[in-house]
């Protein structure tokens, strides 16, 4: 690590982005406590169908989700990091990045729902797939909202908004982003592998 980079590093301490975006973020955090709580209650009542239910999704679609998701985390940090460098233009490229990650997602979602639909897994299938759908879509409109905030951030960042010392609207981007992928990561292994 650099000298001039670790000059740039926040105070210890420092919370990255603004209360109004952790305020949101709590909020999605309460919204999926509830459908994780859905979740486990149903698994409690209907403990075949949650065993069963996995083998009957695209575990392929799951895991690649999983990897753009991943993916999008590891760009934004990224782009944070080349804004504190003052490289605007590579941050740019790491945010032109995020959103092919977010793109490839929302791809790969469509795909999965319509080989979900050719293989008849749906919602009325049972409560496994009830759930499965109400989490999966759910997350999708999280991620949809991510992308509108990171084209903000993309024209944010093109006109020069963002220096070394003044970045919070990206820092804000990055921490919803990140807890948007925790979520999924979530989601995931319940969904896709816990038989």
């Known amino acids: 690590m650099t000298s001039a980079y670790c000059n740039q590093l926040p105070p210890a301490g420092h919370i990255p982005g603004n209360r109004g975006m952790w ?4 909020c999605e955090m309460t919204e999926f406590a509830v459908l994780f709580t859905v979740y486990f209650t ?3 009542f209907f403990p075949q169908e949650f065993r069963s239910g996995p083998g009957n999704l695209n575990l392929l679609a799951g895991t690649l989700n999983t990897l753009w998701m991943i993916s999008g985390s590891y760009f934004v940090v990224n782009a ?17 990045l995020v959103l092919a990650s977010a793109v490839a997602y929302m791809v790969t979602k ?11 897994v749906t919602a009325g299938n049972g409560a496994f797939f009830t759930v499965y759908y109400y989490l999966t879509l759910t997350h999708m409109v999280h991620v949809f909202w991510g992308m509108i905030g990171l084209g903000w951030i993309i024209f944010r ?24 992928d925790l979520v999924w990561l979530i989601i995931f292994p319940l969904l896709y592998l816990l038989r």
């Open 23 to 26: 305020a949101g973020i709590l």
């Open 42 to 44: 149903a698994r409690v």
């Open 110 to 120: 469509y795909l999965e729902f319509e080989w979900n639909v050719a293989h008849g």
């Open 80 to 96: 944070v990091i080349a804004i504190r460098q003052n490289r605007p233009v590579l941050s740019v490229r790491f945010l032109y």
């Open 157 to 180: 960042t093109h006109d020069d908004a963002y220096s070394p010392t003044e970045h919070e609207g990206m820092e804000s981007f990055a921490s919803y982003w990140h807890a948007t």
